[in-house]
């Protein structure tokens, strides 16, 4: 068979199953001239016309585009409302916040040590700015790096002792798992491992667990 004659073959083939001229000649190589006179007989029914309209991918961008905004917008609305709700934290605010911070992500059963973990470095960043509520200066924690084979130790911990403005001093020797982070298949997408934040003092810690005793009990 001419190739001429299986290419129109191929055209026609194609049309019936709702492609585009444009798909088509992409897909054949061939004129648009060439594909008028194949497909003369051959309309997109109206169905067809509202698949490729629907899923055209200029179209599919735009309605994402579209979407993106409108989410945008809801949540710039709702930042500003939480924003004028909130206001700003005194400090007596601060310490009641991040008491359930640490009934939530503390450590409550290492007697004597103050600790706390999470991969969001927001999370850490407040739980210092805590510490420090409670009379703690940041020299005085120590901290311990959750990390993974694929991970390069050097970066990361540069990057969580600027985030934190703290010394690499101040870091212990990480904690590396012998998986990869390139194998996890649920990402939180902070991608900088798990940092542990530590403080040894009996005192703090049983001060902690008996503001949590009164808000569990007696508040």
Same mark, same amino acid.
């Given at each position: +068979?001419? =190739?001429?004659?299986?290419?129109?073959?191929?055209?026609?083939?194609?049309?019936?199953? @709702?492609?585009?001229?444009?798909? $088509?000649?992409?897909?054949?190589?061939? @004129?648009?001239? %060439?594909? %008028?006179?194949?497909?003369?007989? +051959?309309?997109?029914?109206?169905?067809?016309?509202?698949?490729?309209?629907?899923?055209?991918? #200029?179209?599919?961008?735009?309605?994402?585009?579209?979407?993106?905004?409108?989410?945008?917008?809801? !949540?710039?609305?709702?930042?500003?409302?939480? #924003?004028?709700?909130?206001?700003?934290?005194?400090?007596?605010?601060?310490?009641?916040?991040?008491?359930? !911070?640490?009934?939530?992500? @503390?450590?409550?059963?290492?007697?004597?040590?103050?600790?706390?973990?999470?991969?969001?470095?927001?999370? $850490?960043?407040? &739980? !210092? =700015?805590?510490?420090?509520?409670?009379?703690?200066? =940041?020299?005085?924690?120590?901290?311990?790096? *959750?990390? /993974?084979?694929?991970?390069?130790?050097?970066?990361?911990?540069? &990057?969580?002792?600027?985030?934190?403005?703290?010394?690499?001093?101040?870091? !212990?020797?990480? /904690?590396?798992?012998? %998986?990869?982070?390139?194998?996890?298949?649920? #990402?939180?997408?902070?991608? *900088?491992?798990?940092?542990?934040?530590?403080?040894?003092?009996?005192?703090?810690?049983?001060? $902690?667990? +008996?503001?949590? #005793?009164? $808000?569990?009990?007696?508040?």
């Amino acid at each position: +068979m001419k =190739r001429r004659t299986l290419d129109k073959e191929r055209a026609r083939k194609m049309r019936a199953q @709702g492609k585009t001229y444009s798909e $088509i000649k992409a897909l054949l190589k061939v @004129g648009k001239s %060439s594909l %008028s006179l194949w497909l003369r007989d +051959m309309p997109l029914s109206p169905e067809q016309m509202r698949a490729v309209r629907d899923f055209s991918p #200029k179209r599919i961008e735009r309605y994402r585009a579209t979407m993106q905004k409108k989410r945008d917008d809801r !949540l710039g609305l709702a930042y500003e409302k939480a #924003k004028n709700d909130i206001g700003n934290l005194n400090e007596r605010e601060l310490f009641l916040t991040g008491l359930f !911070l640490y009934w939530g992500e @503390g450590a409550k059963t290492m007697r004597g040590t103050v600790t706390v973990s999470n991969t969001d470095p927001e999370v $850490i960043r407040f &739980f !210092l =700015r805590w510490l420090e509520v409670l009379g703690v200066e =940041r020299s005085k924690v120590r901290i311990r790096l *959750h990390l /993974y084979t694929d991970m390069n130790i050097k970066e990361e911990t540069r &990057f969580w002792a600027q985030l934190l403005n703290l010394s690499q001093n101040q870091f !212990l020797t990480p /904690y590396v798992k012998t %998986s990869a982070l390139t194998d996890i298949t649920f #990402k939180t997408g902070y991608g *900088h491992g798990t940092c542990n934040v530590y403080l040894g003092s009996m005192a703090l810690w049983e001060y $902690i667990m +008996m503001s949590l #005793k009164w $808000i569990r009990t007696g508040a």
